[in-house]
């Protein structure tokens, strides 16, 4: 839920089908879903996409959850219509008046990290 003095932002969502690679990576991720709820992180948190790693596609149920922030380099950019940009704005809406923030992924990481003991993975 909400904490104090969180800022919400709209997001310039990447169409389906997108390629990117995110921070501290190099491998190819494939943009597959937007606008997530998932209570991955022990509590229910937003991301903004879901992807799977490219070539291999999604492996069972091996979502990688990530967010705008944490794309360095757009690869492809996939297929965009005026359907898109509806889904785009409709996302961003129900976003704006949720109750929900984002999970911040490289915090997440850098907990995981220590209750691993500093092992990711």
């Known amino acids: 839920m ?3 003095n969180v800022k919400k932002e709209t997001v310039d ?3 389906l089908g997108s390629v990117v690679i995110l921070k501290g990576s190099v491998q190819k991720v494939v943009v597959i879903a937007r606008g997530l709820l998932s209570v ?3 509590k229910e948190g937003y991301f903004d996409y879901g992807g799977c ?3 291999q596609g999604l492996v069972g ?3 990688l959850y990530f967010n705008h922030r944490d794309i360095v380099k757009v690869v492809f950019s996939g297929f965009h219509d005026d359907d898109d ?3 785009v704005d409709n996302i961003n809406q129900w976003y ?3 109750p929900y923030e984002r999970t911040d992924v490289e915090k997440l990481v850098r907990e ?3 209750q691993d003991g500093g092992k990711l993975g």
């Open 2 to 4: 909400m904490g104090e």
């Open 13 to 15: 969502y990447l169409p």
């Open 40 to 42: 991955a992180t022990g």
């Open 53 to 55: 790693l490219y070539p």
């Open 61 to 63: 149920d091996q979502i």
């Open 85 to 87: 940009k509806m889904m």
């Open 96 to 98: 704006m008046e949720s």
């Open 112 to 114: 995981r990290g220590a």
